[in-house]
């Protein structure tokens, strides 16, 4: 029997059936923990339940499989702890989100979203879930458009977007495609050659 199966045949309830409080915060942190330990692929609710100390039918009665709950579990264990320094200048704040991003790929979270891109290829159900949450990073990146205007250092009529389309690729490219370290150098050069001549022309 697969993990997006119910053992029992009962119906599933809907997902925003949840748990909540600490309860869920342990259930949701045993899966990223696990999804770090073995991946995505070799991640399986009964080992998510037994390191929960939860049963596997608690599991299914609040996520419908194990895409809904490892997407939940980092946005919860991740994404939702990506902070937004307000530096007082537009250059300033694309260094220090940088700098995050650039810590957070090169710690032992790193390998793990690694893992989670190259599932997503695989796993159509899994990459819909995740491109679901991709509005908490977002954010990030609008709040710092959002300061910059209201600072007048760039103009209301410049997308957004393109922070979020030009470094996290960039940094994903030179961190695990190239192997080259993502240090205070490239960083200077993605924010000063790349996106401070786009967001500000």
Not at 12 to 21: D, Y
Not at 48 to 75: E, F, I, M, N
Request: charged fraction near 30%; include cysteine; aromatic fraction near 4%.
């Amino acid at each position: 029997m697969t993990d997006t199966v119910l053992e029992t045949g009962e119906e599933r309830s809907p997902r925003s059936a949840r748990l909540g409080g600490v309860r869920e915060q342990e259930i949701l942190r045993a899966a990223y923990e696990l999804l770090g330990e073995v991946g995505y692929e070799a991640l399986r609710l009964d080992a998510v339940a037994s390191r929960a100390r939860a049963s596997k039918a608690t599991l299914y009665r609040h996520w419908p499989g194990k895409a809904q709950l490892v997407a939940d579990a980092v946005r919860v264990c991740k994404v939702a702890n990506h902070d937004c320094p307000d530096t007082g200048s537009l250059r300033g704040d694309l260094v220090a989100a940088l700098e995050i991003m650039s810590a957070s790929m090169t710690s032992d979270d790193g390998p793990l979203f690694a893992g989670v891109v190259m599932a997503m290829l695989n796993d159509p159900e899994f990459a819909a879930e995740m491109r679901g949450i991709q509005d908490a990073k977002s954010m990030v990146a609008r709040e710092i458009y959002d300061r910059a205007v209201s600072r007048g250092e760039i103009r209301a009529e410049i997308d957004p977007h393109l922070i979020d389309e030009i470094a996290p690729a960039q940094m994903f490219m030179q961190c695990f495609a190239r192997g080259e370290p993502l240090d205070e150098r490239f960083i200077d050069h993605l924010v000063d050659d790349i996106l401070m001549p786009l967001l500000t022309r």
